[in-house]
């Protein structure tokens, strides 16, 4: 049950315990990583947004803290749902913003009625 922590950022495995050092630093995008939104104690629903009550969160909670009641949590990369792209795709196809292919095929079925009116003819 031990969940791998990922940078909150990009999520790239950080392959340590969670004790993150003050100013530790994801090696891939360099986001700050002792941050209340890598925090175990961060509520996004509350006003302070952090559960600890004798804590004084900052105001930017992406922003490395001297809290001393940081600890990492796993899973805190949000990431962007996977379905974005299939569904941008989509949308291109309805509004013809990538009619490229779409044009081709046009031509070919165009040069086949033509071949076929001419045999005709
Ligand atoms: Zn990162």
Redesign the pocket.
């Known amino acids: 049950m031990n969940d791998a922590l990922v ?6 495995a950080w392959p340590g315990d969670g004790r993150f050092a003050r100013l530790e630093a ?6 700050e990583l002792h941050v209340c939104v890598m925090c175990g104690r961060y509520e996004p629903h509350t006003a302070e947004r952090c559960r600890e009550e004798r804590a004084e969160p900052p105001r930017d909670k992406t922003q490395a803290n001297f809290c001393d009641y940081f600890v990492a949590r796993s899973g805190a990369y949000a990431g962007e749902p996977p379905a974005n792209t299939g569904a941008r795709a989509a949308l291109d196809a309805l509004f013809g913003t990538g009619t490229a292919p779409a044009q081709a095929a046009d031509d070919e079925a165009r040069s086949a009625l033509d071949a076929l009116f001419k045999k005709d003819r």
Request: with cysteine; net charge positive; proline share 0%.
């Open positions: 940078c909150w950022k990009c999520g790239t994801c090696r891939r995008c360099g986001a």
